[in-house]
């Protein structure tokens, strides 16, 4: 369980505590991260695929407002 989707300011937050998934600033970013990381999902036939492109869709209605 716990939280789908996590983003992290490396250099910022070393440990990590700061989760900026919803942060709108980093949209764009994390957008264009989980692009590249579908790419590789995909050419790699990672089982888990599926479950992160459905995290991605929820995370994008909870951005533009379709959601709680």
Not at 47 to 60: E, I
Request: zero cysteines.
């Amino acid at each position: 369980v716990g939280v789908p989707l996590m983003f992290f300011d490396e250099a910022a937050d070393p440990d990590e505590r700061v989760n900026l998934i919803d942060d709108p600033r980093r949209k764009n970013e994390v957008e264009r991260l989980a692009g590249h990381l579908i790419d590789h999902m995909q050419r790699t036939n990672d089982p888990l695929l599926r479950d992160f492109k459905k995290a991605m869709d929820l995370w994008q209605m909870r951005q533009s407002g379709e959601t709680d």
